[in-house]
C-alpha cells in the first residue's frame, strides 16, 4: 500500500508560478498512475491533472489547462504538480492520489494548502 505526502504549498501571488510534490512510499511507485486534485473551500473535490505511470502520458483538468504541468521522477518515488499563471480562485488544498491499473483513485495524501492572493 502506498503513502503520498504532498509538500511545496504556500502563498503566491496573482500571476505567480508554484511547484507542489507528492513523495510516495511503501510500495513501488511505478505501478501507479498518480494524480492532483484539489478542494476549495465550499466547493467539491476538483480533478486537476493526471500522469501514467511511466510518466508518457499527462493530462491536465479543464480548471488548469494551459497552465499545469505534471511530471514524475519515478527514481525519487515523487509527482510534481507545476502551476502557472495562477489566480485566486486556484486556491484550495491540493491533493495527490495513486491508483493501480484498472483501479480507483485509493490512495490519497494529507494535502497541501495554496493561496494565491489578488
Known amino acids: 500500500q502506498v503513502q503520498l505526502v504532498e509538500s511545496g504549498g504556500g502563498l503566491v501571488q496573482a500571476g505567480g508560478s508554484l511547484r507542489v510534490s507528492c513523495a510516495a512510499s511503501g510500495s513501488i511507485f511505478s505501478f501507479y498512475s498518480m494524480g492532483w486534485f484539489r478542494r476549495a473551500p465550499g466547493k467539491e473535490r476538483e480533478f486537476v491533472g493526471a500522469?501514467?505511470?511511466?510518466?508518457?502520458?499527462?493530462t491536465c483538468g479543464d480548471s488548469m489547462k494551459g497552465r499545469c504541468t505534471i511530471s514524475r521522477d519515478n527514481a525519487k518515488n515523487t509527482v510534481y504538480l507545476q502551476m502557472n499563471s495562477l489566480k485566486p480562485e486556484d486556491t484550495a488544498v491540493y491533493y495527490c492520489?495513486?491508483?493501480?491499473?484498472?483501479?480507483?483513485?485509493?490512495?490519497w495524501g494529507q494535502g497541501t494548502q495554496v493561496t494565491v492572493s489578488s
Open positions: 492520489a495513486a491508483k493501480e491499473y484498472g483501479s480507483r483513485w485509493d490512495y
Open positions: 500522469v501514467g505511470r511511466s510518466g508518457g502520458t499527462t
